[in-house]
């Protein structure tokens, strides 16, 4: 599949028995005060369920085996590197001392798991008519359709009528079929083709004390990490993208309402954090903490991510006044391109927000937005309502830097807007961002300028982009990338060199209207050097 390779008891002494025997009782007495050792489990494509899973080399293999499992707090469970999963992941509960671990094991790429159907076969598709094709039937809504890794996706109409331009599909709910529009076969004029069905990828509704550490989802049209009532859940070195679409439910005047954020705290949720990860291409919010029923929310961290074209990077709401929220943190994240994503241009109402602050009549306190780089939103970095916004004074806007174009909108605050040439006006009526700053961005620089490397070695180029205010920040993820000469240096996404054949060539990177180079000097292999050099995503 393209994206995945893309992306990817002793014995005792027999003087020794007769003593055994008479202390068993004690012995056994003392062990069951002990707490109980946790257990590690293996997962990988070429495993087998039947196979105890506690070793490498007796994994299981599906991710229904593993949500079979009553897991014990403490236990890990680690999916093998460079594998995919498709299908929903739903974890169990650890306790206070002990949370339940999913993380990853091996080398290369992030282990998948995809809410989505491969439909890549030229027999998955029937022809319904002229330039129309379909596939299914579904388990479910198809919300999206990906085609080569988010190259393209579909358009998702709502009348079989409107299939009637190239990617336009509509999903038919009596025979759970897609109908898509193309000239030709798409399995003929796509090599990828991922039909994303609206459930949330990891389904975690009640679950407390779990962690999340290295995994990567992708291509569900519900929620990424989704559910309400949640407590001490740890999200951490994960990637999500291309997420969210689906149909939602249906106003009584025909609208059609579509969902989907990367990771969403639902209603009674507290002492949950996210933190180190990079999330981008969602249909709404990247991150989210909101409720719509009497709920507390409250200890909620969101720390050290990077965001980038997802509708809103960050979406807040709590309804109604006999709710709670306080303690939120939203902290050093970089928030890059609201609005620029796959799901702007399907929206009736196009936003592109970083902070969408929607009307908030739970009582609110100690909320904080601090420390964070917002640059280019669509339409403004914060939209607020500000008439229906309980407990403004406790949201805490302060050292941000925010990077937006001098014709764009900048904040909406209520039915007050204000552009960047007005930052200082609203600093002053809002009593928010007093210690922020409005930057532009001044230059961006690719290190190491020069990289050396043998055929077969791979390294990535990191690129720093430094602003008017002088704050430096890692834009290595939101860059696009282009080598003088592939057949010398191949690029993969995020940056990573591979060295093809001796040569040399210069790897361009390029975010917003700047520019960086590398050059790139590929040897021989050295004879009797081996394979190339490990490269492991982070």
């Given at each position: 599949?393209?994206l ?7 014995s005792?002494?027999?003087s020794?028995v ?5 202390m068993w009782?004690?012995l ?13 489990y ?21 991710l ?5 499992v009553?897991?014990a ?6 999916f ?7 299908g ?19 080398e290369?790429p992030?282990p998948l ?14 022809q ?7 596939a299914?039937p579904?388990p479910?809504d ?5 085609f ?5 996706c579909g358009?998702k109409?709502w ?5 009637n331009a ?18 030709r ?9 991922e039909?994303?069905l609206t459930?949330?990828?990891?389904s ?30 740890v ?14 439910y249906?106003?009584p005047?025909?609208?059609h ?8 705290f ?26 719509g029923?009497?709920?507390s929310?409250y200890?909620?961290?969101y720390?050290?991510?990077v ?15 006999t709710?709670?929220t ?7 994240n ?6 620029q ?9 196009r ?6 602050f ?5 009582k609110?306190?100690?909320?904080f ?11 403004s ?6 008439a229906?916004?309980?407990g ?8 941000n830097?925010?990077?937006q174009?001098?014709?764009?909108l900048?904040v909406?605050?209520g ?11 609203y600093q ?14 001044r230059?961006?620089?690719?290190s190491p ?10 390294r ?8 008017s ?28 060199v ?11 990177a390029a ?5 960086a180079?590398a050059?790139?000097v ?5 004879h009797?050097s081996g394979?190339a ?6």
């Amino acid at each position: 599949m393209t994206l995945t390779s893309r992306l990817h008891a002793a014995s005792g002494e027999p003087s020794r028995v007769l003593w055994l025997h008479a202390m068993w009782p004690l012995l056994l007495g003392m062990v069951t005060c002990l707490p109980l050792v946790a257990a590690e489990y293996y997962v990988s494509n070429a495993g087998d369920d039947g196979k105890p899973g506690t070793d490498p080399s007796g994994p299981w293999r599906t991710l229904a085996k593993v949500n079979a499992v009553p897991f014990a707090p403490g236990d890990t469970v680690r999916f093998e590197r460079g594998g995919a999963w498709r299908g929903q992941l739903e974890p169990r509960s650890g306790n206070e001392k002990q949370p339940i671990t999913y993380t990853a094991y091996g080398e290369g790429p992030k282990p998948l798991l995809l809410g989505s159907v491969e439909k890549n076969g030229r027999g998955d598709w029937q022809q319904a008519g002229p330039s129309l094709w379909r596939a299914g039937p579904f388990p479910c809504d198809v919300g999206n359709i990906v085609f080569n890794d988010g190259t393209v996706c579909g358009i998702k109409v709502w009348r079989e009528s409107d299939v009637n331009a190239p990617d336009k599909f509509w999903y038919d709910p009596k025979q759970k079929t897609v109908l898509l529009y193309g000239q030709r076969c798409p399995a003929e004029t796509y090599e990828d083709i991922e039909c994303a069905l609206t459930r949330h990828i990891i389904s975690q509704g009640g679950r407390s004390y779990v962690v999340y550490d290295g995994l990567h989802l992708a291509y569900g049209t519900a929620h990424g990490i989704g559910g309400g009532g949640t407590h001490h859940i740890v999200v951490r070195h994960c990637d999500l993208c291309f997420i969210g679409g689906g149909h939602q439910y249906t106003t009584p005047g025909g609208h059609h309402v579509r969902y989907g954020n990367g990771i969403e705290f639902w209603d009674s949720a507290h002492d949950n954090l996210v933190e180190h990860c990079r999330i981008w291409d969602i249909y709404d919010a990247g991150l989210t903490n909101q409720g719509g029923g009497k709920n507390s929310q409250y200890n909620i961290t969101y720390r050290n991510n990077v965001i980038w074209n997802c509708e809103y990077s960050f979406e807040y709401w709590n309804r109604p006044e006999t709710s709670t929220t306080h303690d939120i943190y939203f902290e050093d994240n970089l928030c890059f391109n609201a609005g620029q994503g796959w799901s702007n241009a399907q929206r009736p109402w196009r936003a592109g927000v970083h902070l969408m602050f929607f009307s908030n009549s739970a009582k609110t306190q100690r909320f904080f937005v601090r420390r964070n780089v917002f640059h280019a939103a669509k339409h403004s970095a914060i939209n607020l309502d500000a008439a229906h916004w309980n407990g403004l004074e406790e949201l805490i806007l302060d050292e941000n830097v925010y990077c937006q174009p001098a014709d764009a909108l900048l904040v909406g605050w209520g039915a007050t807007t204000y552009k960047p040439d007005a930052f200082a006006a609203y600093q002053q009526r809002t009593g928010k961002d007093a210690r922020s700053v409005l930057a532009t961005l001044r230059s961006l620089a690719a290190s190491p300028a020069r990289m050396e490397l043998r055929v077969g070695q791979a390294r990535p180029v990191k690129v720093t982009a430094t602003y008017s205010n002088g704050v430096a920040v890692d834009v290595t993820n939101v860059c696009s990338f282009k080598s003088s000469d592939a057949k010398v240096a191949a690029l993969n996404p995020g940056g990573l060199v591979r060295a093809a054949k001796p040569g040399s060539a210069a790897v361009t990177a390029a975010f917003d209207k700047l520019t960086a180079a590398a050059s790139i000097v590929v040897r021989p292999q050295e004879h009797g050097s081996g394979s190339a050099e490990k490269t492991r995503d982070p």
